[in-house]
């Protein structure tokens, strides 16, 4: 089997609340010499067409490219995120999914507009803005209007004064449960992996019954080595990796250029001890 060192297993294009085009995105992973890439968009596979060309038509330059996606999902009343590898972009009931997700979505971004129009800001305007446009509608779509209109200096002001849990813009969201949105990948022919999961703000114990509840649910790995994450916490979802047998997965979230601590293609190795669960994508993609 190929050896593989520059693996990218979680990026976002301007399909959802990524700033580059797939095709550019494709262009920025082959300047870093990335060697498998998967696009992984917030539930929409909108862009996987474009970059799966892109690659195509790179040649041997262009990494291996893995359809992929990037479903949100509730678990006890948080929001999870699931990463959804080498999936049937055609599937009934993926595409079933992805429709209620983006209902779901739009109606958020509409709802937030009205909240921020009640806190003095021009909220609905700027939801309108963004829902007129194509591809996922998300919170980060309001935070750079809010920069764009000179109402905060930057996308992180505008979610820690607006937009996060517990600020005036906030609307918390209603989305399809853990198991189900694991059970949806497996049906579109994919491998689930839980993302992130450094970010949910969980004790231990809490870390370790997600991690349960996503293996006994289908769910295939996990992201270990993911870009911006402390040794800690990189030790800790090896931990997990490691005691609920889920693969370990390479990313780094990449959403735009110029962000040194989360280029595209990491280029990080997974702990020892790890199955890597690009081996299982390079069997299936030979």
Known sequence: ???????????????????????????????????ML????????????????ACAAAG??????????ELSCDWLGREIHVVGLDIDMQHEA???????????????????????????????????????????????????????????????A?????LKRGRPG???????DLAATVQCIRQAGGLAVLAHAQRYQLSAGGLRELAARFR?????????SIAGISPGDTDRLAALARRFGLAGSIASDFHEPGIPWRPVGR?????????????ELLRRNP
């Open 60 to 69: 041997t330059a262009a990494p291996r490219f893995i359809p992929g996606i």
């Open 38 to 53: 998967a696009l992984t968009d917030h539930d929409t596979v909108a862009g996987c067409n474009e970059a799966r060309a």
């Open 158 to 162: 505008a979610f820690d004064r607006w």
């Open 1 to 35: 089997m190929t050896t593989l060192e520059r693996i990218d297993l979680h990026t976002h294009s301007n399909c959802s609340d990524g700033t580059l085009e797939p095709s550019a995105l494709v262009a920025a992973a082959i300047q870093r010499q990335v060697q």
């Open 170 to 176: 906030y609307v918390p969201a209603q989305w399809p």
């Open 94 to 156: 993926l595409q079933a999914h992805v429709g209620l997700l983006q209902r779901l979505r739009r109606e958020r971004v509409a709802a937030m507009g009205h909240r921020l129009d009640a806190a003095g800001l021009p909220g609905s305007v700027l939801a309108q803005e963004i829902l007129a446009q194509e591809g996922s509608a998300t919170r980060m779509h309001l935070a750079r209007a809010l920069v764009r209109e000179g109402h905060v200096e930057d996308t992180q």
């Open 267 to 279: 280029f990080a190795k997974l702990p020892d001890g790890i199955q890597p669960i690009h081996e």
């Open 216 to 224: 006994d649910s289908g769910g295939a790995g996990i992201e270990v």
